[in-house]
C-alpha cells in the first residue's frame, strides 16, 4: 500500500523543486559555507511541495480514492521521508570527498562529518513534528505551519554553527582516529530523534486530518 501512495505522490503530486531542493547535497563542497542549510533547503522543498497540493486539491483528490483518509496522511509523511533521507543520501559521497580529498577545516561551523549527518536528522525531525502536524490541522494554511516549522530548524541550526566554534567540540572537526566514535553516537541519537518525532508527527497529522472537512 505504501509504496502505491509513494508512487502516486512522485508520479502525480510532486512539485520538481521538491527534487531541486532535495539535491542540494554538493554544497558540503562549498569551503566556509554553514552546511546545515542543506537540510533547510530540503525543508523549503518539502513546503513547496505542500503548497502545491494545496493549489491543486491534490488532497481532496486523494480523499476521492477509495483508501482512508489515514492513508492520504501516510502518502505524504511517505514522500516526506523520502525527499529527507534523498538529501541525506544524496550528500553523503560529496562529504566523503570534502573529508578525503580536500580534508579542511569548516571555518563557518560543523564539518561534513558523521556527526553532521545525526544534526540533520534532528533538524528533519523537529521539522516534521512541528509542519506535518500544522499543516493538517486545516490541510490549507502551508505558509503558517512553515514558519512555525521553520523556528525550531533554525535555533538548531543557529547552535550548532555556533558551538562548532567552541574549543573542544572535536564533535564539528572533520573525522579523526580519536572523535569518529562521539560523532558516531551523535548520530545514532539522531536518528532515533527522527524516528519518534517523525511518528509522532505521524499520529498526531492523522488524528487532525480526521477532523478536517475538506
Not at 6 to 16: D, F, Q, T, V, W
Not at 70 to 93: H, R
Amino acid at each position: 500500500m505504501i509504496s502505491n501512495l509513494l508512487y502516486k505522490e512522485l508520479r502525480l503530486a510532486a512539485h520538481p523543486n521538491l527534487f531541486i531542493f532535495a539535491l542540494m547535497g554538493p554544497l558540503v563542497l562549498v569551503p566556509s559555507y554553514p552546511y546545515t542549510m542543506v537540510f533547510t533547503f530540503c525543508c523549503i522543498g518539502i513546503y513547496v511541495n505542500f503548497m502545491y497540493a494545496r493549489e491543486t486539491n491534490d488532497l481532496y483528490y486523494s480523499a476521492l480514492l477509495p483508501i482512508k483518509k489515514s492513508d492520504v496522511v501516510k502518502g505524504k509523511v511517505a514522500v516526506t521521508v523520502t525527499a529527507q533521507l534523498a538529501s541525506l543520501i544524496i550528500s553523503v559521497p560529496f562529504a566523503i570527498i570534502n573529508q578525503v580529498i580536500f580534508h579542511t577545516e569548516n571555518k563557518a561551523g560543523i564539518a561534513a562529518n558523521i556527526a553532521f549527518y545525526g544534526v540533520g536528522l534532528i533538524i528533519f525531525g523537529l521539522f516534521n513534528l512541528v509542519f506535518l502536524s500544522e499543516f493538517f490541522k486545516t490541510v490549507y494554511r502551508a505558509g503558517n505551519a512553515f514558519i512555525k516549522a521553520l523556528i525550531p530548524v533554525l535555533i538548531v541550526q543557529i547552535l550548532v554553527e555556533v558551538l562548532a566554534h567552541f574549543p573542544g567540540a572535536t564533535w564539528a572537526q572533520n573525522v579523526t582516529n580519536s572523535n569518529w566514535l562521539g560523532q558516531t553516537i551523535l548520530l545514532v541519537v539522531g536518528l532515533i530523534i527522527y524516528l519518534i518525532l517523525t511518528y509522532t508527527s505521524f499520529k498526531i497529522s492523522v488524528r487532525r486530518f480526521a477532523q478536517v472537512n475538506l
